[in-house]
């Protein structure tokens, strides 16, 4: 079964230090794996996504995901963050082709950074 | 400007009673979808639409219905069934249907049962 986990509810970091959310995902085939961020009282925006190509991936906001297969995680990252990325932040996989795939969501991690 | 609006914001419904929230786009977009969120929880799939006159139940599709009678519009009525309605609820859509472009979402209904 498609599964994708965000071990952390909550990640603390100070403004100008790196930061990681982490994400690890389950599927049967090749994942598909997407990144959204949601303000208080707002739908999610979509930062980024891989579907194939470069471990890599670069998105909106100067964040950044990296796809590792060997350990099926996909963390986003932002070399040095800011008080407005202070947000909820969800990961989503699918199962990569052309088949009739729903995205799965993980819980979410609600990110604060500290001036 | 293209986007999803999502109608009203907040919504109060009574015991018993049906209530309907209104999901309108304008990017010409072949699928929509309607997510339920709770505190501490992913967001779960209600019901989607990847073409009009057509949708499949997701999830948690009991005391729900959806219509699509055309692209730009997907309301999603609660009915009298669904025992804990009060959630925040999300409508998004996509291009096609498999959604490798990414979804767009609406700002969200936050209905409460008084």
């Known amino acids: 079964a498609q599964s994708v986990a965000q071990p952390e509810d909550q990640v603390n970091v100070a403004e100008g230090n790196p930061l990681t959310v982490k994400c690890t995902y389950s599927?049967?085939?090749?994942?598909?794996l997407f990144w959204y961020v949601q303000y208080p009282n707002r739908g999610l925006q979509f930062l980024l996504k891989?579907?194939?190509?470069d471990n890599l991936v670069k998105g909106s906001y100067g964040f950044e995901a990296e796809f590792n297969k060997s350990q099926t995680s996909f963390h986003l990252k932002k070399p040095s963050a800011l008080v407005s990325d202070s947000a909820l932040y969800f990961c989503?996989?699918?199962?990569?082709?052309?088949?009739?795939?729903?995205?799965?969501w993980g819980a979410g991690t609600k990110l604060i950074i500290k001036p | 400007d293209g986007g999803i609006t999502q109608s009203p914001k907040y919504l109060f419904r009574k015991e018993g009673q049906n209530v309907t929230l209104s999901c309108e786009q304008n990017?010409?977009?072949?699928?929509m979808y309607w997510y339920r969120q709770d505190p501490g929880q992913g967001l779960r799939l209600i019901y989607y639409?990847?073409?009009?006159?057509?949708?499949q139940k997701g999830d948690i599709a009991e005391g729900y219905s959806v219509s699509r009678e055309k692209k730009e519009s997907f309301p999603l009525t609660v009915t009298s069934a669904q025992k804990n309605p009060t959630a925040f609820y999300l409508c998004?859509?996509?291009?096609?249907?498999?959604?490798?472009?990414?979804?767009?979402f609406g700002s969200g209904t936050r209905l409460t049962v008084v």
């Open positions: 639409s990847q073409i009009v006159n057509d949708f």
């Open positions: 599927v049967s085939g090749n994942p598909y």
């Open positions: 990017l010409n977009h072949d699928a």
């Open positions: 989503a996989v699918r199962e990569g082709g052309d088949g009739n795939y729903q995205l799965i």
């Open positions: 998004a859509s996509s291009i096609e249907g498999r959604g490798n472009y990414g979804y767009t």
């Open positions: 891989y579907i194939t190509g």
